[in-house]
C-alpha cells in the first residue's frame, strides 16, 4: 500500500466501537514503526589538513594540527524516495527523539557555529599568508581555544536538559500520545468554519492530509513537550535558568541563582577549600614570623 489514507483511518476510527478503534490504531502504529524513515545519525567532519610547507612557523603548526578533524553527529533528515503521511509523522516522530533523547545531535545551535571556528580561521590563515598580510598567533589560539570551550558548554547545555531514555522508551511514549491523538481528532469541516479561511488554503495547495500530518505534528510536539516538563519536575508558574557550570535547567530561587543544586555544592565546597589554605598560608607565614 502505497497512499495510506489517513482521513478514513480517523473517519473510521471516531465510529467504530472498541474492537474496531483498537484495530484501527494497532494498524496505525505497525505502519509507523515500520515506516522506511528510521532514526539514523551520521559522523560529519570539518576536516582540513595543515600545510607545513605554506605555514612554516611552528607556533602555528601546534596550534592547528590538533584541530585537523573535529567529528560531529547529524541525524537523517532527508530522504530520497517519497514520503506518504504516515512517514512524514514518523519523521516527526525521529525529530522529538532527537531533540529531547538523542545526546549525539540536536545540540543547540551556537555548538556548531563554535566548533567551525578552527577550521575557518585555518582558511583565514592561509589567505593572509599568500597575500603577505600580519599574523596575529596569540589572537589566533585564543580564539580558537575560546570557541572550543563554548563548543563544550553548549555541549553540556544541550544534553544536561535530554531525557534519559532508550528508542524503546521512547516509542512507549508516542504509542500512548497516539490514541489520545485520535481521540481528540476533529475532521477539518468541524474546524474551517471558526479557524480556517479555506480559499486561501486551497490556492496555497492545501490539503486535508497536510491538515491531518499538521495536527499529528502539533499534538505530537505539545505532548511530548509537557512530559518532558513534567519528567523534569518542570512547573510553568516558576522561573528556570541554565546551570552555569553544566546547563541544567534549574529553578530561579533567587536573582543570585547561578548553578543547580549539585553545582552549587560543589562550587561552595571549592570556595571552602580555597578559604582554609588561604588561612593555612596566613597562619603557616605568622608561625614563622613568630
Ligand atoms: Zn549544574
Not at 490514541?179 to 492545501?206: A, T
Amino acid at each position: 500500500m502505497n497512499r495510506i489514507d489517513l482521513s478514513e483511518m480517523l473517519y473510521y476510527y471516531e465510529l467504530g466501537d472498541e474492537n474496531e478503534k483498537e484495530t484501527i490504531l494497532k494498524e496505525f502504529k505497525k505502519m509507523l514503526w515500520g515506516s522506511k524513515c528510521k532514526f539514523k545519525k551520521y559522523k560529519r567532519k570539518y576536516n582540513y589538513t595543515v600545510d607545513k610547507d605554506l605555514i612554516k612557523d611552528r607556533k602555528l603548526i601546534d596550534i592547528f594540527t590538533p584541530h585537523e578533524s573535529i567529528e560531529y553527529m547529524v541525524a537523517k533528515g532527508k530522504y530520497k524516495s517519497k514520503l506518504n503521511s504516515i512517514d512524514y509523522i514518523r519523521v516527526k516522530v525521529n525529530n522529538l527523539y532527537g531533540y529531547y533523547c538523542d545526546r549525539d545531535t540536536y545540540y543547540k545551535s551556537e555548538y556548531y557555529k563554535c566548533i567551525t571556528v578552527p577550521k575557518n580561521e585555518y582558511i583565514k590563515l592561509v589567505r593572509k599568508i599568500i597575500a603577505e598580510e600580519s599574523i596575529n598567533i596569540v589572537d589566533i589560539k585564543d580564539k580558537i581555544e575560546r570557541s572550543l570551550d563554548e563548543a563544550e558548554m553548549y555541549r553540556k547545555q544541550s544534553t544536561s536538559n535530554k531525557l534519559n531514555i532508550t528508542w524503546n522508551d521512547h516509542k512507549n511514549i508516542i504509542n500512548d500520545f497516539i490514541e489520545k491523538i485520535f481521540e481528540n481528532y476533529k475532521p477539518l469541516e468541524e474546524v474551517e468554519d471558526d479557524s480556517w479561511e479555506i480559499d486561501s488554503v486551497i490556492i496555497d495547495g492545501w490539503n486535508e492530509d497536510n491538515y491531518i500530518i499538521s495536527y499529528f505534528s502539533k499534538s505530537l510536539s505539545g505532548y511530548y513537550k509537557n512530559y518532558v516538563r513534567k519528567a523534569a519536575g518542570i512547573s510553568k508558574y516558576k522561573e528556570y535558568i541554565y546551570c552555569e557550570a553544566c546547563g541544567k535547567l534549574t529553578e530561579k530561587t533567587s536573582n543570585r541563582t547561578k548553578y543547580c543544586h549539585i553545582c552549587a555544592k560543589e562550587k561552595k565546597l571549592e570556595k571552602y577549600i580555597r578559604y582554609n589554605k588561604k588561612r593555612e598560608i596566613t597562619t603557616n607565614r605568622k608561625t614563622h614570623i613568630r
